[in-house]
């Protein structure tokens, strides 16, 4: 049972193995698992940056870019031998950190887009919707392992749209509506919707975030009452 979720715990350790490799190859030239987390976090303040400038391709590059480091940093670490309490602490800081300021950047960027005219309040909305959802995502993690429910990485097999999921999601809206935006796109014949193409991919991708990590957040709350039922009948059970 994987509890819904689209990336199973099989498919995400030959992942992290696929990297071993590489994390070794990295961790040769001197660079710390901390020093690749604030790399990382530097990669998305400039993707911020291109987003709040529209540059939509560009962002969405290095969205997708950010994410490599946000892998290899956890990779480096268990391939030195340097993972540490302060080192996972950084790790999930900068993370949410990060996906706050690409967020932040789209809404700017949504927001002053001279091409959107009507309507153009929705692509800020939903961006901060999909930001508002992400972070439930990462809290209902974070406090119920804090709590003991689920220890380990055990709560990362929940739901339908963990980080992976979500980056991925935005990387391939933002290069789409990148390519979209500097090229001649037009609609299908009869079909004039009030926004350019580009936008109605983008901010659609931003509302399938939203609906994702909306449902992934229920499923952890339903996962978490459930394994609260169960310690409470196991407790009647042995009393």
Not at 73 to 88: C, E, F, M, W, Y
């Amino acid at each position: 049972m994987n509890d819904g979720t689209t990336i199973s715990i099989g498919r995400r350790e030959r992942i992290r193995g696929s990297l071993e490799p590489l994390a070794r190859l990295v961790g040769r030239t001197g660079l710390t698992p901390n020093a690749l987390t604030l790399i990382g976090f530097a990669i998305a303040v400039v993707a911020a940056y291109l987003a709040a400038t529209q540059a939509w391709l560009y962002a969405g590059v290095l969205v997708g870019f950010g994410a490599l480091f946000d892998l290899l940093d956890g990779a480096v670490a268990r391939a030195t031998r340097r993972a540490s309490r302060l080192g996972a602490f950084l790790d999930s800081t900068m993370d949410r950190w990060g996906e706050a300021v690409v967020y932040i950047g789209l809404i700017y960027g949504l927001l002053s887009h001279p091409d959107v005219h009507s309507g153009r309040a929705w692509g800020p909305l939903l961006a901060g919707a999909a930001m508002a959802s992400a972070f439930m995502v990462s809290y209902t993690r974070a406090k119920s392992e804090s709590l003991g429910f689920t220890p380990g990485r055990g709560m990362a097999k929940v739901g339908l749209a963990p980080r992976e999921v979500r980056v991925v999601i935005l990387t391939v809206g933002l290069v789409v509506a990148g390519i979209l935006s500097s090229s001649a796109a037009s609609y299908p014949a009869g079909l004039v919707p009030a926004q350019p193409l580009w936008w109605l991919v983008l901010v659609g991708s931003l509302g399938l975030i939203a609906i994702l990590a909306t449902i992934t957040t229920v499923q952890r709350i339903v996962h978490v009452y459930r394994e609260a039922n169960e310690e409470e009948t196991n407790k009647s059970d042995g009393a």
